[in-house]
C-alpha cells in the first residue's frame, strides 16, 4: 500500500498510545509500520528533497497535531504519551481523526491560528491570485512561524542552566560578549540586586550591559522591570536587557520606553526569532535558488 498521509496516521498513532505508557518517536513510527503493514521499500521513501522519509516525516506531523490539540502530551523531549483527553477521543470511537476533527479543540485552534493569517479564513484558495513566489513566501512564513512555536516550546521544556546557556551562545551569536568563554563567565554569575549577568557590549569591552534573564511562563509586568531599572541605577549603568521565556505586560513595555534608562526587552517569541535569524538552536533543513531571466543577457547590441 502507498504511504498513508499524516491524516490517516492521526488515529491509529492515538490508538498506539492507548495503554498510557511513554514511548519515543521512533517506537512509535515502528508500530505504526507494523499497522499499515509497510515494505521496507515504503519505508525508504523520500520526500521529494531526498532529506527525510516520507513516512517519518508524516509520523512526526501526526504526531505535532495531536500533540497541539492536547490529545497527546511531549514530558520530555521526543517522546510522548496520551492525555486524558485523548483518552476521551477513543472512548468516544471515531471513525477518523484529521483536521477537521481537531478543530473542535481550543488548544489546536490557538495553535493554528499562531501561524496562521485569521484575518483570511479561505487561506486554500488565496493563492490562485498570487505569482509563484509569493506563494513561497508565504509558504516559508507559516513554516517559520511553526518554527518559533516549536523553538520556544523546547526552551521551556529545559533547566534554568539551559536557558542560562542559551541566553550565553545567543549574545554572542548575535555579537555580544566577546568569546563564549567571557560570556559564559559573565552570565549567571552576578545574581545581586536584581542583575542576573554582565556582559561585554563589544569585543574589547568598551561597555557593559546588565541582562536579566527569566525563564517563566507567566507575563512580566512594571514592578519587574521597575526593580531591573533600580538596580542597574544602582550600578551606574545606562543598558540593560531583560529576557524572558514569557510576555511582557503591556504597563511593562509602556514603562521601558519611558525612562531614559536603555532597556530592551526580549519576550519568548521573539527569542526564538533570534535563535532562527543567529543560528542557535536550528538546522538548516533545505536551500531554494529563486531564480529570474537575466534581461540584460538577452540584449543585442
Given at each position: 500500500m502507498p504511504v498513508?498521509?499524516?491524516?490517516?496516521?492521526?488515529?491509529?498513532?492515538?490508538?498506539?498510545?492507548?495503554?498510557?505508557?511513554?514511548?519515543?518517536?521512533?517506537?512509535?513510527?515502528?508500530?505504526?509500520?507494523?499497522?499499515?503493514?509497510?515494505?521496507?521499500?515504503?519505508?525508504?521513501?523520500?520526500?521529494?528533497?531526498?532529506?527525510?522519509?516520507?513516512?517519518?516525516?508524516?509520523?512526526?506531523?501526526?504526531?505535532?497535531?495531536?500533540?497541539?490539540?492536547?490529545?497527546?502530551?511531549?514530558?520530555?523531549?521526543?517522546?510522548?504519551?496520551?492525555?486524558?483527553?485523548?483518552?476521551?477521543?477513543?472512548?468516544?470511537?471515531?471513525?477518523?481523526?484529521?483536521?477537521?476533527?481537531?478543530?473542535?479543540?481550543?488548544?489546536?485552534?490557538e495553535w493554528k491560528?499562531?501561524?496562521?493569517?485569521?484575518?483570511?479564513?479561505?487561506?486554500?484558495?488565496?493563492?490562485?491570485?498570487?505569482?509563484?513566489?509569493?506563494?513561497?513566501?508565504k509558504s516559508y512564513?507559516?513554516?517559520?512561524?511553526?518554527?518559533?512555536?516549536?523553538?520556544?516550546?523546547?526552551?521551556?521544556?529545559?533547566?534554568?542552566?539551559?536557558?542560562?546557556?542559551?541566553?550565553?551562545?545567543?549574545?554572542?551569536?548575535?555579537?555580544?560578549?566577546?568569546?563564549?568563554?567571557?560570556?559564559?563567565?559573565?552570565?549567571?554569575?552576578?545574581?545581586?540586586?536584581?542583575?542576573?549577568?554582565?556582559?561585554?557590549?563589544?569585543?574589547?569591552?568598551?561597555?557593559?550591559?546588565?541582562?536579566?534573564?527569566?525563564?517563566?511562563?507567566?507575563?512580566?509586568?512594571?514592578?519587574?522591570?521597575?526593580?531591573?531599572?533600580?538596580?542597574?541605577?544602582?550600578?551606574?549603568?545606562?543598558?540593560?536587557?531583560?529576557?524572558?521565556?514569557?510576555?511582557?505586560?503591556?504597563?511593562?513595555?509602556?514603562?521601558?520606553?519611558?525612562?531614559?534608562?536603555?532597556?530592551?526587552?526580549?519576550?519568548?517569541?521573539?527569542?526564538?526569532?533570534?535563535?532562527?535569524?543567529?543560528?542557535?538552536?536550528?538546522?538548516?533543513?533545505?536551500?531554494?535558488?529563486?531564480?529570474?531571466?537575466?534581461?540584460?543577457?538577452?540584449?543585442?547590441?
Open positions: 498513508p498521509d499524516f491524516q490517516t496516521i492521526m488515529l491509529p498513532l492515538l490508538q498506539s498510545a492507548s495503554d498510557g505508557e511513554l514511548r519515543s518517536s521512533k517506537e512509535y513510527r515502528d508500530l505504526l509500520a507494523q499497522h499499515f503493514e509497510l515494505t521496507q521499500e515504503e519505508l525508504d521513501e523520500m520526500l521529494p528533497s531526498q532529506r527525510a522519509p516520507l513516512f517519518s516525516n508524516r509520523v512526526a506531523w501526526a504526531m505535532t497535531y495531536l500533540h497541539r490539540a492536547g490529545l497527546m502530551t511531549r514530558p520530555k523531549r521526543g517522546h510522548y504519551k496520551i492525555t486524558d483527553v485523548g483518552r476521551d477521543v477513543l472512548k468516544s470511537s471515531p471513525k477518523a481523526l484529521n483536521i477537521k476533527y481537531l478543530e473542535r479543540f481550543p488548544e489546536y485552534i491560528n499562531s501561524f496562521s493569517d485569521s484575518s483570511k479564513p479561505n487561506q486554500e484558495d488565496e493563492t490562485e491570485d498570487l505569482t509563484p513566489e509569493e506563494v513561497l513566501d512564513l507559516r513554516i517559520r512561524r511553526q518554527l518559533v512555536a516549536d523553538l520556544l516550546d523546547q526552551v521551556k521544556s529545559g533547566t534554568p542552566q539551559f536557558f542560562e546557556m542559551l541566553v550565553v551562545k545567543l549574545l554572542v551569536a548575535m555579537g555580544y560578549g566577546g568569546t563564549m568563554k567571557d560570556a559564559g563567565m559573565a552570565v549567571g554569575k552576578s545574581g545581586d540586586e536584581g542583575i542576573d549577568g554582565i556582559i561585554k557590549e563589544d569585543r574589547l569591552g568598551l561597555d557593559v550591559i546588565y541582562l536579566q534573564a527569566k525563564k517563566w511562563d507567566s507575563t512580566v509586568g512594571r514592578p519587574e522591570i521597575q526593580k531591573f531599572v533600580g538596580a542597574l541605577q544602582g550600578k551606574r549603568a545606562k543598558k540593560g536587557v531583560f529576557m524572558t521565556t514569557g510576555t511582557f505586560a503591556q504597563g511593562a513595555v509602556e514603562y521601558a520606553s519611558l525612562i531614559d534608562t536603555k532597556i530592551i526587552l526580549i519576550d519568548g517569541e521573539k527569542l526564538a526569532e533570534y535563535m532562527i535569524d543567529f543560528g542557535v538552536g536550528v538546522t538548516t533543513k533545505e536551500v531554494y535558488e529563486v531564480k529570474r531571466v537575466d534581461t540584460d543577457f538577452f540584449i543585442e547590441e
